[in-house]
């Protein structure tokens, strides 16, 4: 029983009317793919919550009332830093045709974890606050400020001021809300000053008045914020990266405050570990690390999907296209893939190996995109096509030798989806030693000894006669033929990789042999 499984029979012990599972994200420049863990761990919540028949609601909310607290790295700073310290959803978009800065963003986002199967309802922080569902937990808020200065004392142990209300408002002479500090309330209007110096990343104009807090002239600030929207939404569910989570954190604040100001019960959490890009923690803002559109772009989208499934949420998770991840996370696929038509043919038993079959199937069922197969397909492996790429072979005539048969129009349009990504991966990520093609040197341009031809010669013979890829096979031949004519590795193996990769050293003969074909390198053997 994978994760998620385990934690809905939880769920679902609580026995509540209605399940309501929302997360929530601030639309502050291109989302990077680590935010995506988050949409699908609360997607599979939701629709394992729906399949265990309990009635479910997934909702997620873009923050485009937050205040622009710094410039992306990718626009220009001159022309952007005038709008520093106003709501993301007054700023115009980068592009045009959409309505705000964050709309921008946050629709690029929507429609990346769209394609991966994710379709939580949209909810507008803006509009939540601009239609008034805000304002009764708004005067709450600002008539229990006592009461919440003592939970950030007791909690974070940081005191606010004795002049502190948790309230910023949107200034009525420079539009900044991230400048603003509310001094007073007296039960209808904030008293408030625009301070210059307030904050490091935008100035305030000096002004100072008071104004209603109510119907979008203003907003809570992040940590009492997040147990008003449960309490406006209904939130149930929400989990949370584990830096919300930690003792004294975000989540601890929310949840004293939904407790003792609110009087409704947090919702049910838990944290789960980062995602991070070749080992670096992301920041949407700062233009750090790998967006979520990039990563569509070198993964189809049910193996994108995967990579997140598949992980424990308390595992770290980290994404490095340069590292191998690529290569394995399709392997990794099709194994589970495999267990998926094990279980569709009645194939998985019982026992300890059963059970793992069993979670590889499961996951497989819940990284579904498309329609998923209903009776077993042939999987052309990805680092196959990779080589084959490389090497200018037929790719659809070595899959369909490969199998026996003509392939199906299904496996044809897996074959032409993974030859895109294998394009993708050679050109962008694949490595120098990767990169690395069979040599077309004149056969009269390369000098060996004896021992080499000797050896090249018997390799390229029992190479033809070879009738699967198989890496022990191969190394068993190679190494028989050692053996057999009394020859050494060190000795004979410089004139292969001379042959074959104009060079006196490479990777393991059998790994190169594999990559490249061994048609194709007993042809290049028998040439020379």
Request: with cysteine; net charge positive.
């Given at each position: 029983?994978?994760?998620?499984?385990?934690?809905?029979?939880?769920?679902?012990?609580?026995?509540?009317?209605?399940?309501?599972?929302?997360?929530?994200?601030?639309?502050?420049?291109r989302?990077?793919?680590?935010?995506?863990?988050?949409?699908?761990?609360?997607d599979?919540?939701?629709k394992?919550l729906?399949?265990?028949g309990?009635k479910?609601k997934?909702?997620?909310?873009?923050?485009?009332?937050?205040?622009?607290?710094?410039?992306?790295?990718?626009l220009?700073?001159?022309?952007?830093?005038?709008?520093?310290g106003?709501?993301?959803?007054?700023?115009?978009?980068?592009?045009?045709g959409?309505?705000?800065?964050?709309?921008f963003?946050?629709?690029?986002?929507?429609?990346?974890?769209?394609?991966?199967?994710?379709?939580?309802?949209?909810?507008?922080?803006?509009q939540?606050?601009?239609?008034?569902?805000?304002?009764?937990?708004?005067k709450?808020?600002?008539?229990?400020?006592e009461?919440?200065?003592?939970?950030?004392l007791?909690?974070?142990k940081?005191?606010?001021?004795?002049?502190?209300?948790?309230f910023n408002?949107?200034?009525?002479?420079?539009?900044?809300?991230?400048?603003?500090?509310?001094?007073?309330?007296?039960?209808?209007?904030?008293?408030?000053?625009?301070?210059?110096?307030?904050?490091?990343?935008a100035?305030?104009?000096?002004?100072?008045?008071?104004?209603?807090?109510?119907?979008?002239?203003g907003?809570?600030p992040w940590?009492?914020?997040?147990?008003?929207?449960?309490?406006?939404?209904?939130?149930?569910?929400?989990?949370?990266?584990?830096?919300?989570?930690s003792?004294?954190?975000?989540?601890?604040?929310?949840?004293?405050?939904?407790?003792?100001?609110?009087?409704?019960?947090p919702?049910?959490?838990s944290?789960?570990?980062?995602?991070?890009?070749?080992?670096?923690k992301?920041?949407?803002?700062?233009?750090i690390?790998?967006?979520?559109?990039?990563?569509?772009?070198?993964?189809?989208?049910?193996?994108?999907?995967?990579?997140?499934v598949r992980?424990?949420?308390?595992?770290?998770?980290?994404?490095?296209?340069?590292g191998?991840?690529?290569?394995?996370?399709?392997?990794?696929?099709?194994?589970?893939?495999?267990?998926?038509?094990?279980?569709?043919?009645?194939?998985i038993?019982?026992?300890?190996?059963?059970?793992?079959?069993?979670?590889?199937?499961?996951?497989?069922?819940?990284?579904?995109?498309?329609?998923?197969?209903?009776?077993?397909?042939?999987?052309?492996?990805?680092?196959?096509?990779?080589n084959?790429?490389?090497?200018?072979?037929?790719?659809?005539k070595?899959?369909?030798?490969q199998?026996?048969r003509?392939?199906?129009?299904?496996?044809?349009e897996?074959?032409e989806?993974?030859?895109v990504?294998?394009?993708?991966?050679?050109?962008?990520?694949?490595?120098?030693?990767?990169?690395?093609?069979?040599?077309t040197?004149?056969?009269?341009?390369?000098?060996l000894?004896?021992?080499?031809?000797l050896?090249?010669?018997?390799?390229?013979?029992?190479?033809?006669?070879?009738?699967?890829?198989?890496?022990?096979?191969?190394?068993?031949?190679?190494?028989a033929?050692?053996?057999?004519h009394?020859?050494?590795?060190?000795?004979?193996?410089?004139?292969f990789?001379?042959?074959?990769?104009?060079?006196?050293f490479?990777?393991?003969?059998?790994?190169?042999?594999?990559?490249?074909g061994?048609?194709?390198?007993?042809?290049?053997?028998?040439?020379?």
């Amino acid at each position: 029983m994978i994760w998620v499984d385990r934690e809905v029979k939880k769920i679902k012990q609580r026995e509540l009317p209605l399940e309501w599972v929302d997360d929530m994200k601030t639309p502050s420049g291109r989302i990077h793919v680590g935010s995506l863990r988050g949409v699908v761990i609360h997607d599979l919540l939701y629709k394992v919550l729906l399949e265990n028949g309990v009635k479910a609601k997934y909702t997620y909310v873009f923050d485009d009332q937050d205040p622009m607290d710094s410039i992306p790295s990718y626009l220009d700073f001159s022309k952007w830093e005038q709008y520093a310290g106003m709501q993301l959803y007054k700023i115009p978009s980068p592009e045009k045709g959409y309505a705000s800065f964050a709309q921008f963003y946050a629709q690029e986002f929507i429609t990346v974890f769209e394609t991966i199967n994710c379709h939580p309802d949209i909810i507008w922080g803006s509009q939540l606050y601009n239609s008034g569902k805000m304002n009764e937990v708004i005067k709450t808020i600002l008539d229990a400020t006592e009461t919440i200065r003592k939970i950030y004392l007791k909690i974070s142990k940081k005191p606010r001021p004795k002049n502190w209300h948790p309230f910023n408002v949107v200034c009525a002479n420079c539009s900044k809300i991230g400048t603003t500090f509310v001094y007073r309330w007296d039960g209808k209007q904030v008293y408030y000053k625009c301070e210059a110096k307030m904050v490091a990343w935008a100035k305030g104009c000096g002004f100072e008045g008071k104004i209603s807090p109510f119907n979008g002239n203003g907003k809570i600030p992040w940590k009492v914020e997040w147990p008003a929207k449960w309490k406006v939404i209904g939130v149930t569910v929400e989990w949370s990266g584990k830096d919300h989570m930690s003792s004294g954190g975000s989540f601890d604040i929310a949840s004293a405050v939904a407790r003792e100001v609110f009087d409704y019960e947090p919702p049910y959490a838990s944290s789960y570990e980062w995602f991070t890009v070749g080992g670096r923690k992301m920041a949407s803002s700062k233009g750090i690390g790998t967006s979520a559109k990039e990563v569509t772009q070198i993964l189809p989208p049910e193996v994108m999907r995967f990579f997140i499934v598949r992980t424990p949420v308390h595992t770290h998770l980290d994404f490095d296209p340069y590292g191998g991840t690529i290569l394995n996370l399709f392997d990794d696929f099709d194994r589970c893939l495999n267990a998926y038509f094990d279980k569709l043919e009645d194939k998985i038993t019982e026992g300890k190996e059963a059970e793992v079959l069993s979670d590889f199937a499961r996951i497989i069922e819940l990284s579904e995109v498309r329609p998923a197969a209903t009776k077993r397909m042939f999987l052309p492996r990805f680092r196959t096509v990779v080589n084959l790429i490389k090497t200018k072979t037929d790719i659809l005539k070595f899959f369909e030798q490969q199998k026996g048969r003509p392939l199906t129009s299904e496996e044809k349009e897996t074959l032409e989806e993974r030859v895109v990504f294998a394009q993708v991966y050679l050109t962008d990520y694949a490595s120098q030693e990767e990169k690395i093609q069979l040599s077309t040197t004149p056969v009269n341009q390369i000098r060996l000894t004896k021992p080499q031809q000797l050896f090249l010669t018997k390799l390229a013979d029992k190479l033809a006669k070879l009738k699967s890829e198989n890496r022990e096979k191969i190394q068993q031949v190679v190494f028989a033929i050692l053996k057999e004519h009394n020859l050494s590795a060190k000795d004979v193996f410089p004139g292969f990789y001379q042959v074959i990769l104009d060079r006196s050293f490479g990777p393991k003969a059998a790994d190169l042999i594999i990559e490249f074909g061994i048609k194709n390198v007993a042809k290049r053997l028998k040439e020379v």
